[in-house]
């Protein structure tokens, strides 16, 4: 099936211009990390909103055979958030995903990635905030939904993750910012336990993460963040990142990027190291493309990780990142690129192809993953959004191999 697609769309053609911030090859951008005010206060007592989705997930495992499972469910985040009185307001959500049995597998051959740890449906209050706002600050605390190099949402199958904690953002001058956060519990597809039950960040007995950040826009596009994590009994973590974007012509505009990592292991937990990445998108036209590096040096008996979410990293795939390589490969030095190719607008206005090869490796290849993607997103209008991701996986040296293929449908309200 991931054939299929990849040959029509080679096949494609390309016409107009859309938002730059679609798709995977973007992902990384530091617009990620940008404060949105999503959760605006309601005019009305209580003002309802809500994203209804329907999502159909479907993997061949090729490590014994041909082993097949799949799954379809609707649910979404449905919530309500109050009128505002001196700048606060309530904010709830409830994540939710039901199963729909005609069009999911059965015992084996029943995904698991959108249920529960029992592999039931499931619906919990994913948000529950109080939320203050002026102009220029922000603070939420409770029940949050956060997006940080090391700690964010990655909202990849029918919920986001989101933590306990507390949450505050200020605006120091026009182009300088500071974020401060405490988080203590996650729920989602990323937390330890299951993804519809708060479990502890690290470890039971830690009380999580604090940190801050500052990021200077020196430009439009253009800005270097700082931010640092203490994470108990895990690690500090120092992450840098700088972005620069240029136009150099008309049609031409490039995107660069830079960022590196230190973590400093914290009661013999073993997570330890460093990384430095470099990223870059040519624009042509609708014509995009792509790469990305990351080297991580590793301690002996050490290793690197992700954080709480999908990880800071350029070269993360949709499956594969350089942190879940070293994980596996403890004590050797890591590497990765990915390199991909996109046209924006193929045949539909906001519509985004993207086709994608990553290489993720252990210094002594005892991990060695290739793996190939494909997104189609398509921002339909205010309201609906469709996205399809397939990828192809192969670890080398064990042969542990699948191809996937997610397809979710969004309306928002």
Same mark, same amino acid.
């Given at each position: 099936? $991931?054939? $299929?697609?990849?040959?029509?769309?080679?096949?494609?053609?390309?016409?107009?211009?859309?938002?730059?911030?679609?798709?995977?090859?973007?992902?990384?951008?530091?617009? *990620?990390?940008?404060?949105?005010?999503?959760?605006?206060?309601?005019?009305?007592?209580?003002?309802?909103?809500?994203?209804?989705?329907?999502?159909?997930?479907?993997?061949?495992?090729?490590?014994?055979?041909?082993?097949?499972?799949?799954?379809?469910? $609707?649910?979404?985040?449905?919530?309500?958030?109050?009128?505002?009185?001196?700048?606060?307001?309530?904010?709830?959500? @409830?994540?939710? /995903?039901?199963?729909?049995?005609?069009?999911?597998?059965?015992?084996?051959?029943?995904?698991?990635?959108?249920?529960?740890?029992?592999?039931?449906?499931?619906?919990?209050?994913?948000?529950?905030?109080?939320?203050?706002?002026?102009? =220029?600050?922000?603070?939420?605390?409770? *029940?949050?939904?956060?997006?940080?190099?090391?700690?964010?949402?990655?909202? !990849?199958?029918? #919920?986001?993750?989101?933590?306990? =904690?507390?949450?505050?953002?200020?605006?120091?001058?026009?182009?300088?910012?500071?974020?401060?956060?405490?988080?203590? *519990?996650?729920?989602?597809?990323?937390?330890?336990? #299951?993804?519809?039950?708060?479990?502890?960040?690290?470890?039971?007995?830690?009380?999580?993460?604090?940190?801050?950040?500052?990021?200077?826009?020196?430009?439009?596009?253009?800005?270097?963040?700082?931010?640092?994590?203490?994470?108990?009994?895990? /690690?500090?973590?120092?992450?840098?990142?700088?972005?620069?974007?240029?136009?150099?012509?008309?049609?031409? *505009?490039?995107?660069?990027?830079?960022?590196?990592?230190?973590?400093?292991?914290?009661?013999?937990?073993?997570?330890?190291?460093?990384?430095?990445? !470099?990223?870059?998108?040519?624009?042509?036209?609708?014509?995009?493309?792509?790469?990305?590096?990351?080297?991580?040096?590793?301690?002996?008996?050490?290793?690197?990780?992700?954080?709480?979410?999908?990880?800071?990293?350029?070269?993360?795939?949709?499956?594969?990142?350089? =942190?879940?390589?070293?994980?596996?490969?403890?004590?050797?030095?890591?590497?990765?690129?990915?390199?991909?190719?996109?046209?924006?607008?193929?045949?539909?206005?906001?519509?985004?192809?993207? @086709?994608?090869?990553?290489?993720?490796?252990?210094?002594?290849?005892?991990?060695?993953?290739?793996?190939?993607?494909?997104?189609?997103?398509?921002?339909?209008?205010?309201?609906?959004?469709?996205?399809?991701?397939?990828?192809?996986?192969?670890?080398?040296?064990?042969?542990?191999?699948?191809?996937?293929?997610?397809v979710r449908f969004d309306y928002s309200f």
């Amino acid at each position: 099936m $991931i054939n $299929i697609i990849f040959t029509i769309l080679l096949l494609s053609d390309v016409n107009a211009s859309v938002d730059p911030e679609q798709g995977l090859l973007h992902s990384k951008s530091s617009k *990620r990390y940008e404060v949105d005010s999503i959760k605006k206060e309601s005019e009305d007592i209580l003002g309802v909103f809500g994203k209804l989705r329907t999502a159909y997930i479907y993997i061949d495992e090729h490590t014994l055979g041909h082993d097949t499972n799949y799954a379809t469910s $609707i649910g979404g985040q449905f919530g309500v958030n109050t009128t505002s009185y001196e700048g606060f307001n309530l904010h709830l959500s @409830l994540f939710t /995903s039901v199963e729909v049995e005609l069009l999911t597998g059965n015992d084996s051959h029943k995904n698991q990635e959108f249920f529960n740890e029992g592999r039931h449906s499931y619906v919990y209050v994913g948000e529950a905030s109080l939320v203050y706002k002026e102009e =220029g600050f922000e603070a939420m605390l409770g *029940r949050i939904r956060i997006d940080t190099p090391y700690a964010d949402s990655d909202d !990849l199958r029918m #919920s986001p993750n989101t933590f306990e =904690g507390a949450w505050v953002y200020k605006e120091l001058s026009q182009s300088l910012s500071t974020q401060v956060y405490y988080l203590s *519990r996650m729920a989602g597809l990323d937390s330890s336990g #299951s993804q519809d039950e708060f479990d502890s960040l690290y470890i039971e007995d830690g009380f999580g993460l604090v940190g801050a950040s500052l990021d200077y826009h020196f430009a439009d596009d253009n800005d270097i963040s700082l931010w640092y994590y203490y994470v108990d009994k895990m /690690s500090h973590i120092f992450y840098t990142e700088m972005n620069y974007d240029m136009s150099i012509s008309e049609n031409i *505009r490039l995107t660069t990027a830079f960022q590196a990592s230190s973590m400093i292991e914290l009661d013999n937990s073993g997570v330890q190291g460093d990384v430095l990445g !470099l990223a870059g998108v040519m624009h042509y036209k609708n014509l995009f493309f792509a790469g990305a590096y990351n080297y991580g040096f590793v301690d002996s008996n050490k290793q690197i990780t992700d954080g709480f979410g999908g990880g800071a990293y350029y070269t993360s795939l949709d499956e594969g990142t350089i =942190g879940a390589v070293s994980s596996e490969a403890i004590g050797e030095d890591v590497k990765g690129y990915r390199l991909g190719v996109g046209y924006e607008s193929l045949f539909l206005d906001n519509l985004v192809v993207e @086709l994608i090869h990553g290489h993720l490796q252990s210094q002594k290849k005892t991990v060695d993953i290739m793996e190939n993607n494909i997104v189609l997103s398509y921002q339909i209008n205010d309201e609906l959004y469709f996205e399809l991701v397939g990828a192809k996986y192969k670890e080398v040296k064990n042969d542990n191999k699948f191809e996937r293929l997610i397809v979710r449908f969004d309306y928002s309200f």
